[in-house]
Each structure stands twice: as C-alpha cells, then as structure tokens.
C-alpha cells in the first residue's frame, strides 16, 4: 500500500524565487491538504484540494497557490519567496468520498530560503 | 485564545511509567481529535484518532475525550525510550487539521 509521497525532499532558494512542490496521495485517496510548519510550531493549514478545486484555505497570502490533478496528485506553488517561508512542506491526503477524513502525511520537503 | 493548547514541555518520564498528555480546544464544531507523533526532523505520523466521549484504546496508547469540557488526552503506558518524540494535537472543525503546538516528551531508560 503506497503512502504518500513528495518530492523533492530539500530545496534551497533565494528570495524572489519560485518553488514548485509535489505531492502524490496515498493510495485510494481523493483529497490533498498542505501545511507549513515552521521550527517548533504545529502545522499551518494552508489549502486543501479535492476534485481539482480549491476546498478550502488558511491565512496564506496569494503567493501560496496549487493544483490536483486528475489523478489526485497536486503541486503547491510559492511565488516572490520572502526569508519567512523557509519551512518544513507537508502534505496529508485523506479520502472524502466516505466522509472518513483522516489525514495522511508524506515525509514532507524542507524549504530554506537565502 | 489558540485554537488548540498544549504545553509544550518537555514531559520527562522514566521508562516503564505512564506519560499523560494533554490538549485543549476552543472550537465546539469540532468532532474529530486526532494524536500525531513526530519525531526530530520527520513528518507527523498518526497514533490514534477519536471521535466519541470517553476512553478509546490501541495497544499502549489511550485517547481519552470530553467534550464538555473541550479536552483531549493521551496516555502513554510503560513508556519507552522511542516515544521521546513531539506529540501533535489536531481537532478537525471543517476539514482543516487545526494543530496545537506539540508537547516534548522525554523517556527515560
């Protein structure tokens, strides 16, 4: 049973770059939600994906958008990336067809922005 | 108010004891609690999921819920040097995961 994965593991960028990150769900999932975590605080809830829309999203500003394919899997995007998005990137998947709303991390891609 | 309160430790507790943890919610939508543990530099990883007042119980692990009172515990039996980890609590008012800060629990040998 494939669990969820993301990649890439560790990025570094500067400030006013891009980033693309990627998440696949596990298997039989149908719902993405990403989170940022910052050193010794809980996870921040930034969207959540289910049937390639937005479902719902946390305090993040615009510079923070995504996309669920059709096979599930989504992409967060960073634009303008400032010193204070430097953060572990997690991504759950859950499954939301049967209400069981579970959610699923992947190992997670550690951003540090220079 | 936060969302979701812990203290955030460290709890130390020898190997063998009991370790309690505890978490407090200030959202009454909510209807699902979830435990998470994390290790150093890892991604959470969930132990125990509770959606009912009262005990519920896997293995070394109680979840315990009081929606009365807007609690959520975990119990830890005869701790083990590997559970020196974070512990995450989550609730999930609308399909968002709300996160307390974590509670650092130290065990022991």
């Known amino acids: 049973d494939a669990g969820v994965t993301q990649s890439p593991t560790h990025l570094i960028k500067t400030r006013g770059q891009q980033v693309t990150l990627r998440c696949s769900p596990k298997?039989?999932?149908?719902?993405v939600s990403w989170y940022q975590q910052a050193l010794g605080q809980g996870p921040q809830f930034i969207f959540q994906?289910?049937?390639?829309?937005?479902?719902q999203r946390g305090n993040f500003p615009d510079r923070f958008s995504g996309h669920q394919f059709p096979n599930y899997s989504s992409e967060l995007n960073v634009n303008a990336l400032l010193l204070g998005d430097s953060a572990l990137y997690l991504c759950?998947?859950?499954?939301?067809?049967?209400?069981?709303?579970?959610?699923?991390f992947g190992p997670g891609t550690r951003l540090l922005v220079l | 108010q936060k969302e979701v309160e812990q203290n955030s430790g460290p709890l130390s507790v020898p190997e063998g004891a009991i370790a309690s943890l505890n978490c407090t919610y200030s959202?009454?939508?909510?209807?699902?609690f979830f435990w998470y543990r994390q290790y150093s530099g890892k991604s959470p990883e969930l132990i125990m999921s509770?959606?009912?007042?009262g005990d519920k119980e896997d293995g070394r692990f109680t979840a315990q819920l009081n929606k009365a009172s807007q609690y959520v515990s975990l119990l830890i039996r005869d701790s083990q040097p590997s559970d020196s980890a974070t512990y995450l609590c989550?609730?999930?008012?609308?399909?968002?995961?709300?996160f307390g800060t974590g509670t650092r629990l130290l065990v022991s040998p």
């Open positions: 759950a998947s859950s499954l939301a067809r049967t209400g069981e709303e579970t959610q699923y």
């Open positions: 298997s039989g999932h149908d719902t």
């Open positions: 994906y289910y049937e390639e829309e937005e479902r």
């Open positions: 959202d009454r939508v909510s209807q699902s």
């Open positions: 509770i959606y009912s007042n």
């Open positions: 989550a609730v999930l008012p609308l399909q968002k995961l709300v």
